[in-house]
């Protein structure tokens, strides 16, 4: 990896379509979800036209996106080293200038809708638009990609937070309190937290949102806020939260991780396509850990309209054994309720339904009231150029 005062040679480079918002919308539309919209700006460049042809081409829609004059399209320099491992140094250009107002055009946002964010645009912009999901009957997904501290008022506004261990460390870290026993907030600042899945937990039982949180090697988890029947209904009082976990998904007979690039924005994009599909929660995570796992595996960045066929076909293997991980993986975890792949979303019921649902939630694991599926994906944008090849998925 490239080090300060230093310059390093690489064996050549791509220019590929790429930023985290059109990557997930992208891997969204590739694993089969029915309407996916992507929301954001460009500016009047080449890189432009490579995107948007990208993008059409994998059937996403693109009237939410506005050309700027006075900003480039955005850049990203991503550096990937032997191992498969990388650096990546982003130029913002025209994601500097994407607004929550962009979300107000007829019909763009609806009740049931998915709105699902980045924060490779400005982040006062990324809490607006979560207000106006709300306000809309839309259902919030946050990734906080690239990682930066959210607003207890955010968190508390959202159905979803994805994160990867560093971002749900940093998310923790921002916070201006902690839990107790009981989870009760006892402290200003937080005290520090070092593991990851600890910090989702107190994330989702303080703030009553899911958390979604990829573990690398170990797979990924979800962390579900549950409330047992009868306690006090202020926010935090009394909560306790359920963990589905899964692990990864397992390498292939010849299969070699080849570029880490883009493998989270390929998690996120197929969690959220299973999710808009109505999918309960460990299918969801199931096809996004698949969705991953192989893009850490090909050599190009374009996800085959037969991977469809492929991923359903690697779930249905791997279902007795995930289930099973998912009952183990509850009762390790403080003790809570057994999940046999359910548990509320949105920060609502637990494993098995008990206790009120703050917004839209079933107790089976699915997003309650259902529009369009996958609309409204409002992000950054941008071409991606690097040593190496780049994901597009």
Known sequence: MVRPWRAVLAPSYQLLPGGK?????????????????????????????????????????????????????????????????????????????????????????????ILLQQMEIPPTQVWAAVERARKAGAHSVLNVAPAAPVPEDVLGSLDFLLVNEHEALEVHAGLQRDLGPGGIAVSDPPTVVTDPLGACIAIATLYEVAVVVTLGAEGAAVCLPRRPPGCDVRRGAAAGCD??????????????????????????????????????LHVCLQRASTVGRYRWTVSKPVLKAPMVSALEATIRCNAFKLCF????????????????????????????????????ARGDGQLGARGRAGEGLLGGAGAVVGATEVSQC
């Open 21 to 113: 918002g059109s990557n997930q919308a992208f891997a969204a539309a590739k694993v089969g979800a029915a309407n996916v919209e992507f929301i954001g700006c460009v500016g009047d460049d080449g890189f432009a036209a490579t995107l948007m042809a990208s993008l059409k081409g994998a059937g996403v829609g693109l009237a939410g996106v506005e050309t700027r004059q006075d900003a480039p399209t955005a850049c990203a320099a991503v550096v990937v080293d032997a191992k498969g491992e990388n650096q990546i140094c982003v130029g913002s250009g025209a994601n500097l200038f994407v607004t929550a107002t962009q979300l107000e055009a007829p019909g763009r946002l609806k009740a049931g809708d």
């Open 243 to 280: 963990v589905m976990e899964v692990e990864a998904a397992p390498l292939m007979d010849g299969e070699k991780i080849v570029d880490t690039v883009g493998a989270g924005d390929a998690f996120v994009g197929a969690f959220c396509a299973a999710l808009a599909a109505g999918a309960p």
């Open 325 to 360: 991980q998912f009952e183990v993986a509850a009762v390790q975890h403080g003790g809570h309720h057994r999940v046999h792949g359910g548990g509320g979303t949105g920060g609502g019921a637990g494993a098995h339904g008990a206790g009120p649902t703050r917004g839209p």
